[in-house]
């Protein structure tokens, strides 16, 4: 089993839609968690850190399930410049990040 | 502005020839910085923690002799990659974190083809 599973992507969806991310981790000792958003082509962006309580950041909404090991991010009124790959990241009780294989969404006009 | 640099920004070489990636950090001095690998269509890979004044950490897998990694100051580590061979072709990125449970801050990679 994989440290952090993700969903399969592509993810194909028109301007104004709303699409969640969901995301598995495996180690009950994890720390913190993100999401990252790559493009292609270039590194990875921290697009905002998860918390159990959730967070929203405008349109972005991250959800943090600790007894499911489970964890969620929300696109309201997606735009064309959300097309990105989105990486759900734990970071260990070692410090270190393990990255989710990411799941790629394309917004359509 | 950037926080982590890189360079350079993609390099092609010759099978058989070492090539030197250096990871700088801007705007804080990291006595660990961590250095990543990925393939096509893959997620990113931890290779090895690099720590200031002592030796690297390698992933399960990674061969120490064939990355090395110098992090000859604060802000400042190197990978080489010696005697590369067509399948080191990948994407190296380092990070550093700018605290130990946080996010990390990305350098905007290095792309490594060997012909």
């Known amino acids: 089993r994989k440290e952090v599973e993700q969903d399969p992507g592509p993810f194909n969806v028109p301007e104004g839609a709303t699409v969640a991310f969901n995301c598995t981790y495996s180690?009950?000792?994890?720390?913190?968690f993100f999401w990252y958003r790559q493009d292609c082509r270039k590194e990875p962006k921290l697009l905002m850190s998860v918390y159990s309580s959730g967070n929203e950041d405008g349109r972005f909404t991250a959800q943090l399930n600790r007894a499911s090991q489970y964890i969620s991010l929300l696109i309201r009124d997606s735009k064309l410049s959300d097309s990105a790959t989105y990486l759900c990241?734990?970071?260990?009780?070692?410090?270190?990040?393990?990255f989710g294989q990411g799941t790629e969404l394309s917004v359509k006009p | 502005g950037a926080v982590v640099s890189q360079h350079p920004s993609w390099v092609i070489c010759k099978s058989g020839t070492s090539v030197k990636i250096e990871c700088r950090s801007l705007d804080f001095q990291a006595t660990t910085m961590f250095w990543y690998r990925q393939f096509p269509k893959q997620s990113l890979m931890l290779m090895a923690t690099?720590?200031?004044?002592?030796?690297?950490?390698?992933e399960q897998g990674v061969e120490k002799d064939k990355f090395l990694i110098n992090h000859a100051s604060l802000t400042l580590s190197t990978l080489t990659v010696t005697s590369a061979h067509p399948e080191d072709s990948s994407f190296y990125i380092c990070?550093?974190?700018?605290?130990?449970?946080?996010?990390?801050?990305f350098g905007p990679g290095t792309r490594l083809t060997v012909l």
């Open positions: 180690n009950s000792a994890s720390q913190s």
């Open positions: 990070s550093v974190p700018p605290d130990p449970v946080g996010g990390q801050y």
């Open positions: 690099s720590n200031e004044g002592s030796k690297a950490t390698y």
């Open positions: 990241v734990v970071n260990d009780s070692g410090g270190k990040l393990i």
